[in-house]
């Protein structure tokens, strides 16, 4: 039976990757503070499957993710899905946001140096590592913003700007990992996503717009747009990711080292406008949303080219 670790594993990537591996079969144990709301009802999910194991740890503390490897390990495959995942949250207290996306993605790095020399470790990214892109060209096009002339989106060759602590906590972790393979020839792969959205995800202002957005106008709680809400994004559905996390995992010696920009890519994009009146015609909002100041460094386009990962 193959034994994997899943940081994270009560978030909603985390716990949709936890049921699809546990549904396969292997062994999962699992690790998260718990700390995010709604994610009890993920872990309740994963206990009732005899073949997952959880600790309640946070990323951070070093000597107890040690203990986990010794204890549990050597894993075959590890996937850190643990983070801060809000870019408001980060300009509020950089210091939390550094300590787990940086700090604690190098406790998972080395962990797994010491302890799983030969796991295939896959983790999660964001599109915030590419900034704001201001020279991508970005024009006005039937009511939402899109790139000008940029008809693929942005491939994984762009280059890096950390705008946003977050951006900057993330990019860091992103680069750790890619040198690990260099530097310890761990078999690392880095996915770069976009919006992913999906069942179980209990988004909130901050973070999971689609799912947010969704959840307020049902239970008729108020809607800010912050910008003018032209700005799109590539949406991916869960199920799709968890796809891309296994096919990887299948082809891990020929993927090892690479990073992956993974999202909707230019077929599937929304913006919030968009999503606000596709609410709207389904009956389920029934309140407009108010406008409030950009939020900083929000990206007016961010479409994935999925080139590569296809």
Known sequence: MKNILITGCAGFIG??????????????????????????????????????IF?????????NILKV????????????????????TSVINPREDFEINALGTFNILEATRLFSPD???????????????????????????????????????????FYSPYGCSKGTADQYVRDYNRIYGIKTVVLRQSCIYGTRQFGVEDQGWVAWFTIASVLGKPITIYGDGKQIRDILWIDDLVEVYQKLYENADDVAGSVFNVGGGCENTLSLLELVE?????????????????????????????????
């Open 55 to 63: 600790f309640e740890k946070d990323i951070r503390d070093f000597e």
């Open 278 to 310: 596709y609410l709207k015609e389904y009956g389920i909002m029934k309140n407009e949303p108010t406008k409030a100041d950009w939020r900083p460094g929000d990206q007016k386009v961010y479409v994935s080219d999925i080139s590569k990962i296809s």
């Open 119 to 161: 796991a295939f470790l896959q983790v999660a990214s964001t599109n915030k590592v590419y900034g704001k892109m201001e020279d991508m060209g970005v024009i006005e096009r039937n009511g939402r913003y899109e790139y000008e002339n940029n008809k693929n989106g942005v491939g994984e060759n762009y280059g890096l700007d």
């Open 69 to 88: 490897f010794k204890d549990k390990g050597p894993f075959d495959m590890i996937i850190h899905e643990a983070g801060q995942v809000a870019v408001t």
């Open 15 to 52: 716990s949709h990757l936890a049921l699809h591996f546990l549904e396969k079969d292997f062994m999962v144990t699992g690790i998260d503070n718990l700390s995010r709301n709604g994610c009890m009802i993920n872990l309740e999910l994963l206990k009732k499957n005899k073949n997952f």
